[in-house]
């Protein structure tokens, strides 16, 4: 009898053949990219006194050209980052400390942008496993999105609790909110609200949050801002509250 071809796909060699091959596009991409920008800068140096308004219209072409190379550069990275699967290194760590480092470090930001940082950090939390680069990383896009949001200014609350065999992560921001529409695609890739953004930041952050085996939700109405909650689950062996 035949033996029947194994029709399973292994799904994660799939990802890594798909992280490869969008990494060599990428650099494929980025090296003719890198050379416009660098004949932008040097046709730049031709016009530094520009003194006619033909040289003027140049120099205003020239630096809409730089800044496309810039947005694609970005774009670049921001894809990178979410087809990417990295391995990660979780190790056992306090929700409140990763929380207290980050915001020391997003602080100056939160105040550039007339916005209140208030903590409600549950001091009795138990330890989860975390990779702390990618988890910072997502959280901050958060924290990020949270500042931009409230052009005027406002509050964001950062709260941690126990939450059934998990942690909880809030962050509660009092801008603008989003509709229905706007909040059922916010995890969609390539959607954005934002002038020049990629639409990949809440994805890549979702991503990261599932690797963690956690999940992430908003909620969000106009007018009531928007809360984010992400739920990290706690090993049985680490339930011991960590005091930070």
């Known amino acids: 009898?035949?033996?029947?071809?194994?029709?399973?796909?292994?799904?994660?060699?799939?990802?890594?053949?798909?992280?490869e091959l969008v990494g060599a596009l990428a650099h494929e991409i980025r090296n003719p990219l890198s050379t416009i920008r660098l004949n932008m800068e040097l046709l730049a140096e031709d016009?530094?006194?520009?003194?006619?308004?033909?040289?003027?219209?140049?120099?205003?072409?020239?630096?809409?050209?730089?800044?496309?190379?810039?947005?694609?550069?970005?774009?670049?990275?921001?894809f990178l980052d979410f087809a990417r699967?990295?391995?990660?290194?979780?190790?056992?760590?306090?929700?409140?400390?990763?929380?207290?480092?980050?915001?020391?470090?997003?602080?100056p930001e939160a105040k550039r942008s007339n916005v209140e940082i208030v903590r409600y950090l549950d001091p009795a939390l138990p330890a989860v496993r975390l990779d702390h680069k990618t988890f910072r990383s997502a959280v901050l896009n958060l924290l990020l999105n949270a500042v931009q949001a409230m052009h005027e200014g406002g509050q964001l609350v950062v709260r941690t609790r126990l939450s059934g065999m998990g942690v909880v992560l809030e962050l509660i921001d009092t801008g603008p909110g989003m509709d229905e529409e706007t909040l059922a695609r916010a995890f969609r890739a390539f959607y954005t609200t934002k002038q020049g953004g990629s639409g990949l930041g809440l994805p890549?952050?979702?991503?990261?949050?599932?690797?963690?085996?956690g999940s992430i939700d908003i909620q969000s109405a106009p007018g009531?801002?928007?809360?984010?909650?992400?739920?990290?689950?706690?090993?049985?062996?680490l339930l011991n509250p960590i005091v930070a």
């Open 85 to 107: 699967q990295e391995s990660l290194d979780l190790e056992p760590g306090n929700l409140n400390t990763e929380m207290s480092d980050l915001l020391e470090f997003f602080s």
């Open 204 to 213: 890549t952050t979702r991503k990261v949050i599932e690797a963690h085996g």
């Open 224 to 237: 009531r801002g928007t809360k984010v909650a992400i739920w990290l689950p706690v090993p049985p062996r």
């Open 1 to 19: 009898m035949t033996k029947p071809i194994h029709s399973e796909v292994d799904v994660s060699d799939v990802y890594r053949s798909f992280s």
């Open 47 to 78: 016009f530094q006194e520009p003194v006619n308004p033909r040289e003027r219209r140049a120099i205003a072409k020239i630096e809409l050209v730089r800044q496309e190379c810039d947005r694609l550069q970005k774009l670049l990275g921001d």
